[in-house]
């Protein structure tokens, strides 16, 4: 068991026969009463997210998830597949469960399958991806990193917001949990 103030971002717990992973958790001290927990919660099985209030003491059951190294495949219909990097098992998962995550994924990209007992219930990504510029405005000639910024479509179909001086085709670190544009990509435009 685990107390609600000690619940943080990316946990996940079982509750009224539901697997909830945790996507924000913050203290929140109202003018009158007690401190509460605000949260951003996920139902890893129904896909649904709920914002709750708990009892910093109100406690759940801490769900164990397992990982395995697992390689995007490709996308078939209305499922991803994924390959098991030990044993080169496949396995499907619908892209309705992963539809944030499709945002940062290539063809070919390493990612983590997240079980629960032999259930499959997501993937995690790594911290940054690198994506192409599909789709943005032209260069600002003469701008800075610290000007307003432009909208860019990424090859994934992912919109972030990039420095004004970002041109298409050139390749960028995303940060996947914030979906925000970190930096160019050295390894792959010093070659251009």
Do not use: W
């Amino acid at each position: 068991m685990i107390e609600a103030i000690n619940l943080k971002a990316g946990m996940t717990f079982e509750q009224n026969g539901k697997l909830i992973k945790v996507l924000a958790s913050e203290h929140h001290k109202p003018g009158k009463g007690n401190t509460v927990m605000r949260m951003k919660l996920y139902d890893l099985r129904s896909g649904s997210t709920v914002e709750k209030t708990m009892r910093p003491e109100e406690k759940v059951e801490q769900a164990i998830v397992d990982t395995k190294d697992a390689q995007y495949l490709y996308t078939q219909g209305d499922v991803a597949v994924f390959m098991d990097m030990e044993t080169y098992e496949q396995y499907e998962i619908p892209t309705a469960t992963i539809q944030n995550e499709m945002k940062f994924m290539l063809e070919n990209m390493n990612v983590k399958i997240d079980y629960f007992n032999s259930e499959v219930i997501g993937i995690t990504l790594p911290n940054t991806v690198q994506l192409k510029v599909a789709e943005t405005e032209p260069s600002i000639k003469g701008a800075t990193v610290a000007g307003s910024g432009k909208s860019a479509t990424m090859e994934t179909g992912l919109v972030v917001t990039v420095p004004d001086f970002i041109k298409e085709g050139e390749v960028l670190d995303i940060n996947t949990q914030k979906g925000t544009y970190q930096s160019r990509a050295s390894k792959y435009n010093d070659e251009n």
